[in-house]
C-alpha cells in the first residue's frame, strides 16, 4: 500500500513529496492522489515512466470535495464523462487538477455534488475493486448486505472488478462496536430495536459475537 510521506515533507501547500516504494508506478501513485500520469511527469520533468525505489517525486496536493467519484472506463474522455454527469469538461478539470485532456483508465474523478445528476436521491456510485466482497463494501457505507443487492438487483454475492454499484444512502443505521460481555439481546435493548432486525441488517448466521466485531444498528 502506498504510504504518503509524513507532514513535515510537504514543500508548499499545494504540493507533497512522495517517496517511491517497491511496486509503486506513475499510474498506482497519480491514482493514489487523484491526479495523472501526465501531471506527475510534468511536474518532476521526467521523459518516461521508470520509477527507482526512493526516488522523491513531486506531488500536487489534491482536497478532494465531497461527492461522487467516478473511475475512467476503457474508451471514456473528459467530453463524455460531463455528459454522463451533466456537468463541464472545465469543472471537471478545475475539481481534479487537470491541466490536460488525458486520461487513464482507472483513474479517479472527483464529480462535482452540486452538479452530478447521476441520480436525484442522493444514492452514491462504487467502482468493484480487487479484493472487494459484497461484506466489505456494505461495511464500508454502513449499509446492509440485503439492502446493497436490493438496490443493484443481484441475486448472488459475486462481484466483477469495474462493476458498478448503486450505494443507498442510508443515514439511519449506526455502526456498534462489540464490548466484552454483550449478547445481540443487550445490544437490541441498548437501542430498542430487536435480535432478529440486527441479524438480519449484519446478515449474521449465528448469534455467537467477536469483542471489536462491528455490527449495524438499524
Given amino acids: 500500500m502506498l504510504i504518503p510521506e509524513k507532514e513535515t515533507?510537504?514543500?508548499t501547500g499545494d504540493n507533497i513529496y512522495y517517496i517511491v516504494k517497491k511496486g509503486d508506478s506513475l499510474y498506482s501513485i497519480?491514482?493514489?492522489?487523484?491526479?495523472?500520469?501526465d501531471e506527475i511527469k510534468k511536474l518532476n520533468n521526467l521523459t518516461n515512466n521508470t520509477l527507482q525505489i526512493g526516488q522523491r517525486l513531486l506531488i500536487k496536493k489534491v482536497t478532494p470535495q465531497a461527492g461522487k467519484t467516478y473511475t475512467v472506463q476503457k474508451g471514456d474522455s473528459l467530453y463524455s464523462i460531463a455528459q454522463k454527469f451533466n456537468t463541464s469538461v472545465d469543472n471537471l478539470k478545475d475539481i481534479n487538477n487537470l491541466t490536460t485532456d488525458s486520461l487513464s483508465i482507472g483513474q479517479v474523478l472527483v464529480i462535482s455534488p452540486d452538479e452530478s445528476s447521476l441520480n436525484n436521491n442522493e444514492d452514491e456510485i462504487y467502482i468493484v475493486q480487487s479484493g472487494d466482497t459484497l461484506y466489505k463494501i456494505a461495511q464500508k457505507y454502513n449499509i446492509s448486505i440485503n439492502e446493497l443487492k436490493s438496490a443493484n438487483n443481484l441475486s448472488t454475492d459475486t462481484l466483477s472488478i469495474g462493476q458498478r454499484l448503486l450505494i443507498p444512502n442510508n443515514n439511519n443505521n449506526l455502526t456498534y462496536t462489540v464490548q466484552q460481555g454483550d449478547t445481540l439481546y443487550s445490544i437490541a435493548q441498548k437501542y430498542n430495536t430487536s435480535v432478529n432486525k440486527i441479524i438480519d441488517l449484519n446478515n449474521l448466521s449465528t448469534n455467537v459475537l467477536s469483542i471489536g466485531q462491528k455490527l449495524l444498528i438499524p
Fill in 9 to 11: 515533507d510537504i514543500p
Fill in 30 to 37: 497519480a491514482s493514489m492522489y487523484k491526479t495523472s500520469v
